[in-house]
């Protein structure tokens, strides 16, 4: 039932829940060794999920439930009809650590389980892992949206997007040539993101999302798997030589990015990637496309993020368009999309009619159809 919506709030709230709770003991999990109070949270997790499913289901124990992470998660949801984006989902890999579908995917349910003075786990758990999309959207922007300076907040975001990772001394004078403003932390390179060889440490920037990809061996790629970025090193040639090459596995239309010194390399927090940079790809995608077609201005983010971009034509007509990245149709039916316009990105297509069924009063879209929509538009204003 990939593209189902769910008709049962009852269901869809229980589902959240195991969710939320599966991804913080999956995230505690990998941080049992480096963690004072990851154990603790396994055991909360642990009791979230049984007094979800009640009594005689679920996890025996917090072994039992890093067990369960190991499979689908369908085994632990209570909801009958659960999402295949959700009921597929695996949040730990065989070697117990968190794979990318729990960042991709399982983010997407992230709610708060705990009034936050009662989180004590707050102050450790990555961001990402209890905090919603729009949350640490928030938090980034907090200031600029306060001041309510729409050029700045318009500047500093794109920045964000554009600019995720990069050699530090570069990125400062990349952000003041644009104008924005130090909105988020820019860390070193995580070290699964990083690969050595005798001339030094090297990392590779996501030929679509520009931000560090995971090095697993031999293998080099995006933990977003829809920017399909899959590359080899050439391992013969990068025990030697100073510049490791990579080798595109991926059938996609992708350059195959160069290595980068990580030495002196920053990059923005794993949230801030996945809640601003990866959602913001599409986004700067529609415009550039819109763009091309000529005679169009478009706007981002207009009145601080009212919706995400309005298109204007000469001759008057204007678009208002959000544009949606999610795994589940229901977490976009459950935030109403503000605009009139809903775009998804061209690999997500199969949810243009589920979701159309679903906002009625919406008009739905692929990126490609609406730009051949907004072509069809003006070539007939200026007819
Ligand atoms: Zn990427």
Redesign the pocket.
Known sequence: MSNAVHANDADLRSDRRVTTAALRAAVAWTRRDSEAYAWRELSRMTGVVSHVLGPGRGPAGPLDLVRFLQGPLSELLPGADVPDALGNLVLLDRSGELTDGAVEVGCEYTEALFEAVDDPAQQWLPSWAWQRAEQVQRAVFDRLISSGNTQDYTVSRRFLIEHPAGDERELVELRNAAGALPVAHYDQIPPDRVYGNHGGTWWWP?P??R?PMRVNGESVE?G?SH?D?RFRLDVTEADRTTSPRLVKVSPARLRTPQAREADGARCVDLAVWRFVTVPGVPELELERRLLRVGGVDVRMWPDLDRVDLVARTKSGRKWEIDVKDHADLNTIVNNAPAARDVVVPDYRRAQVRPLARALPDKRVWAVSSFVRHVRKQTGEASA
Do not use: N
Request: a neutral charge.
């Open positions: 996501c679509v999302c931000w995006c977003y920017h970025a």
